[in-house]
């Protein structure tokens, strides 16, 4: 999950620097400081290259911007002509800052330390860029899906391949994992979410096993509930991330016989802090602990966390056990 | 699930005499008004008596109001204080104008009309009191809810009686079906879906089998994924509601075998309609036929409706299997 973030005042400091928020991601040397400081300050496991989703419709072309507070705002596409311009042979050459700074960052990283790369899923791509922001429905994504469902897998497998080409660069430039966040998975019914949750992933990890057969893949299919089963299963995933929703004790009876889990303490216990984010912490611990798994969140870090809470979290799954 | 609304004419009309939203609810010629539209239109098989979650803060004594295109805005109670100003002996006074409507509809509704009454779950409704508007995360409830677990089980607890009294009212007034919508349900870390979804609905249920043997009470703890099992089980309902993204499989194998099931059209699909509506419906009847099930969507209809889609589903409900 997201480690860096407003949440850390060295943070604060280096993204007044950077001006824009792509700008941030574009820019190698802030990218990698930002990526370093989480580690610097808690010294995780592993650490999350700080970049985000949208640069992959950037390097489509797609005008992406993110506006204060309020996230996100795109150029909506709607259209096979707006499908038309996207230019799959840029991304790698558009994202080139990308895979500069995970090439710094194999370099300046503890040795110790894993590099995570990640993009997002298709699905959850598309519906910022038909919708031209974040929604509560996804409904102009939905709709498009709904209506022309050729048109929009045609979007989906754009987004497939300038994934692929995407999370390629990043192994190659040094990434040891990789992750592919799903956050709007669970809203799609059974039929759309085989179609266009799993299928792409299937495909871009498929692609990828072939060439980096030594690289684990974490999925994040958010909300898929039970569907969560068939998603491991067909795509070839490694590691799955839980959400906060999701039963520890059902995911410890079914979701670890197949993968590595992680997941999945609400990101506001972490904010709340006290004695029901150690009762938390510990209880997914213990259901857990017993097949692989990863301490993490249930979704990225929010802004209003108390650094000191995440110090403590981190003591507290450190000295499990001891 | 919701009904009556904006995507019809007659409702927008008779919206447009009642001044805010919640005269309208308050206002029995006019809410059994809107109850009747789609019963006129479309002949479902049982009707949804037209009120809001948010009744019983506004019954509590806590400020409600509706901002037209925002949503309900209420007078955010963060604190012990706050808590001391609901007063549980004004509910059923105070919404007597609903159980008025419940009466009316009772004649006015046909014979074979089986009428709905129903409530907000607490958690849900404590999010709405607590934050004082809908949010995405549900932050404002959550933060509270973590911090001052005890203080947050009173509001959770005033809720749980406040539900009882209401729902109590309704039957006493004459609907023959219970519904309990819990549409935040699935935000919740597993230890706390236990302890402010499954706990207090387990109380309702079992408050009202003791009084109404006969009334079954249908859930809807939208979001839960595999702890919808759990949810039935615990809480003793007979219903209960599947939203879009459960899987349909899944609820056929393990749902099924618990409860009735009713659900889940995604209403965005409803929206776009063809061939895609089509094969969700017919989907949805092939999977989960063969075990008590009631046709409906996975959660309520939206304002950009168009009406004959509506009539288009009923149509290939009744006729399917003929």
């Known amino acids: 999950m997201r480690q860096a973030g407003r949440y850390l005042p060295e943070y604060r400091e280096t993204r007044a620097k950077a001006g824009s928020f792509l700008n941030l991601c574009y820019s190698p040397a802030l990218a990698e400081e ?24 950037d390097g489509l072309g797609q005008t992406v911007g993110f506006k204060e507070g309020e996230g996100p705002v795109l150029d909506p596409i709607t259209t096979p002509e707006g499908l038309d311009k996207l230019d799959l042979s840029r991304v790698v050459k558009h994202l080139e800052p990308v895979y500069e700074t995970v090439k710094r960052l194999t370099k300046s990283l503890p040795e110790e330390t894993t590099l995570i790369g990640f993009a997002g899923a298709p699905w959850t791509v598309a519906t910022y860029m038909v919708g031209g922001r974040g929604s509560p429905d996804q409904g102009a994504a939905k709709a498009w899906a709904y209506k022309e469902p050729q048109e929009f897998q045609r979007l989906i497998d754009i987004l497939t391949d300038a994934t692929i080409l995407h999370l390629s660069a990043q192994v190659d430039a040094g990434v040891e994992v990789l992750q592919i966040f799903d956050t709007w998975a669970g809203s799609l019914p059974e039929t759309q979410f085989r179609k266009f949750a799993i299928e792409p992933v299937k495909r871009i990890v498929s692609s990828l096993k072939a060439k980096y057969p030594h690289v684990p893949v974490i999925g994040f299919p958010r909300g898929a509930g039970p569907l969560v089963l068939d998603y491991i299963k067909e795509t070839g995933i490694q590691g799955v991330s839980l959400d906060t929703g999701m039963s520890l004790t059902w995911a410890a009876d079914e979701v670890q016989k197949l993968a590595c889990v992680q997941g999945n303490l609400d990101p506001l216990l972490l904010v709340a802090g006290g004695g029901e984010m150690r009762n938390a912490i510990n209880n997914i611990l213990k259901t857990l602990e017993k ?24 003591k507290l799954v450190r000295n499990y056990g001891k």
């Open 34 to 57: 930002v990526t370093l400081q989480p580690i610097r300050r808690y010294g995780f496991d592993a650490s999350i290259l700080f970049s985000d989703i949208l640069v992959v419709p």
């Open 291 to 314: 097949r692989p798994f990863i301490f993490n969140l249930g979704h990225g870090i929010v802004p209003q966390t108390p650094p000191e809470h995440v110090a403590e979290l981190v």
